[in-house]
């Protein structure tokens, strides 16, 4: 079972929804990043939060400590939003390197 | 601030090849890190660099070695190429541990 899974791992959306991606993970944390990957690109972090949520502009990630739980938020979902987003997290106590989930695939269409 | 610079950005290799792919950061931070990307599989840690001077393997090490020549370059070598290297290869950095990665662009590696 790997450690960081995402859910869903596609996701096709109409322009304007709202649209959640969920994380769990089985190991204890000392924090947890969300990045974002546009095709054929690089990667862009998005958030590193290790409790409670943030915010930025459309975006929104909450993380809930004790159930091992992320979700990431985009409200009024546009096309430019289509990419892979990724979850990962730093494991507590560690040297700390990253556990990367397989990543979330979103196409949202016009 | 250019952030993590990567070069190149596409390379072809013929099995048994060798070469290096280049990472550099202008942000002063202490660790860097090579990554695979590979479908289905995720981001996987090859090698980082905790702090100049010092490397670790990570996840998938083998046919592989790095090198960290000064504080902002981190470079990975490939001495034999082999198919099973065909990936996408991204460096990061961080401050120190607890703060975010920042990632570079990518080199897209094709070995046939």
């Known amino acids: 079972k790997n450690e960081v899974e995402q859910s869903p791992q596609n996701l096709t959306a109409q322009e304007g929804e709202f649209i959640t991606i969920n994380c769990s993970y089985s190991?204890?944390?000392?924090?947890l990043h969300w990045l974002q990957q546009h095709p054929g690109g690089g990667i862009v972090s998005l958030f590193m939060?290790?409790?409670g949520k943030k915010k930025h502009g459309r975006l929104i990630a909450t993380i809930n400590i004790q159930e091992k739980h992320s979700s990431l938020h985009i409200t009024a979902s546009h096309p430019r939003d289509s990419a892979v987003y990724i979850c990962?997290?730093?494991?507590?106590?560690?040297?700390?390197?990253?556990?990367f989930g397989k990543g979330t695939k979103l196409s949202v269409k016009p | 601030n250019a952030g993590v610079t990567q070069t190149p950005k596409f390379q072809v290799l013929k099995t048994g090849q060798s070469m290096t792919l280049q990472c550099a950061q202008d942000?002063?931070?202490?660790?860097m890190y090579w990554y695979r990307q590979d479908p289905g599989m995720g981001l996987r840690l090859i090698y980082y660099?905790?702090?100049?001077?010092?490397?670790d393997k990570g996840e998938v090490p083998n046919g592989y070695n790095v090198s960290r020549l000064n504080k902002r370059e981190f470079s990975l070598r490939l001495e034999s190429a082999a198919p099973s290297q065909t990936s996408v290869y991204f460096c990061?950095?961080?401050?120190?541990?607890?703060?975010?990665?920042?990632f570079g662009p990518g080199t897209r590696l094709t070995v046939t």
């Open positions: 190991v204890g944390i000392s924090a």
């Open positions: 990962a997290v730093y494991p507590g106590g560690s040297q700390g390197n990253l556990i």
């Open positions: 660099s905790a702090s100049e001077g010092t490397t």
């Open positions: 990061a950095s961080r401050l120190n541990k607890g703060y975010e990665q920042y």
């Open positions: 942000m002063n931070h202490n660790s």
């Open positions: 939060l290790s409790s």
